[in-house]
């Protein structure tokens, strides 16, 4: 069966300091990859989309990269964050039937 | 522009009460439409579908949907609440936008369910 892991679970990190978020999907390949951000425990904001490897599509600009440097990996990176990047950031997949399915997520706090 | 609107921030309803939690969509075409639950510090998960055929969509833990073309709205519906229900819920549209097929969220309803 399929499987997405997300981490970490918590991150609390100074303003300026980098960022990297990891994701992977386990049972499937060439999977759609998703990063959401969700502020406030409200909606989501689709943030990057990847349909395969090295294949990101912004959706925002903003202080955030995305890259995909396996099949089953998308990592979301930052050089300097920013006090306004502080959220719960959110990884999903597209699996059949276009239903995605959703990491445990990260909640990152920038102090 | 391809919108989906959950009128609603939050719902009250108490436990056994049949609960109701509205979705109104805007797109051209015909729309893929789902409902997802998210209980706190969580992910979403997937409850139900719409794609086509019968108007009423039964999924987990004993929601269903019924979709409604001509009022271009896709309301969830459980017939007697847990307090276990108490979460937040999104509705979401898959439509053809600009740049290809999307899936856009609903801001949320936050549903309360009191014992």
């Known amino acids: 069966s399929q499987t997405i892991h997300q981490w970490p679970a918590t991150l609390v990190q100074p303003v300026g300091s980098p960022l990297s978020l990891e994701c992977t999907v386990e049972?499937?390949?060439?999977?759609?990859l998703y990063w959401y951000r969700q502020a406030a425990g409200r909606g989501l904001q689709l943030l990057f989309y990847s349909v395969g490897i090295g294949q990101i599509s912004s959706e925002v600009p903003q202080n955030l990269s995305a890259s995909r440097p396996q099949d089953r990996q998308f990592i979301l990176s930052s050089k300097k964050l920013l006090l306004s990047d502080s959220g719960f950031y959110l990884c999903a997949w597209k699996g059949s039937g276009n239903i995605q399915y959703f990491g445990a997520g990260t909640r990152l706090s920038v102090l | 522009a391809q919108s989906v609107a959950q009128p609603e921030d939050q719902v009250n309803v108490a436990e056994g009460n049949p609960l109701t939690v509205k979705c109104t969509y805007s797109v051209s075409g015909n729309p893929y439409l789902f409902w997802y639950v998210q209980y706190p510090n969580r992910g979403l998960q997937f409850l139900l579908k719409y794609i086509t055929g019968d108007n009423l969509v039964k999924g987990s833990y004993g929601f269903e949907a019924e979709f409604n073309k001509s009022q271009t709205s896709f309301h969830l519906k459980k017939p007697s609440a847990l307090v276990s229900d108490s979460a937040l819920y999104f509705c979401?549209?898959?439509?053809?936008?600009?740049?290809?097929?999307?899936?856009?969220f609903g801001a949320g309803t936050r549903l309360f369910v009191k014992a």
């Open positions: 049972g499937t390949s060439n999977p759609n």
């Open positions: 979401a549209v898959r439509a053809l936008n600009t740049g290809g097929f999307k899936t856009i």
